[in-house]
């Protein structure tokens, strides 16, 4: 997707966790971070963000 609106960025980090309970198997919760190593713009940053989060 960066390439499409022209994002420029050198490197991405995604840190994960997921909290999972037994009775009944579920996810209970996942939390993300996502690191994007940019110079982009605030706002610029929130559309990849947003597209993510769908």
Do not use: A, C, W
């Amino acid at each position: 997707m960066t390439p499409v609106i022209r994002f420029k960025l050198r490197g991405v980090e995604v840190k994960l966790h997921g909290l999972r309970q037994d009775n009944p198997p579920t996810m209970v919760s996942i939390d993300y971070e996502l690191i994007v190593d940019t110079d982009e713009t605030d706002q610029r940053l929130e559309l990849p963000h947003r597209n993510v989060r769908k």
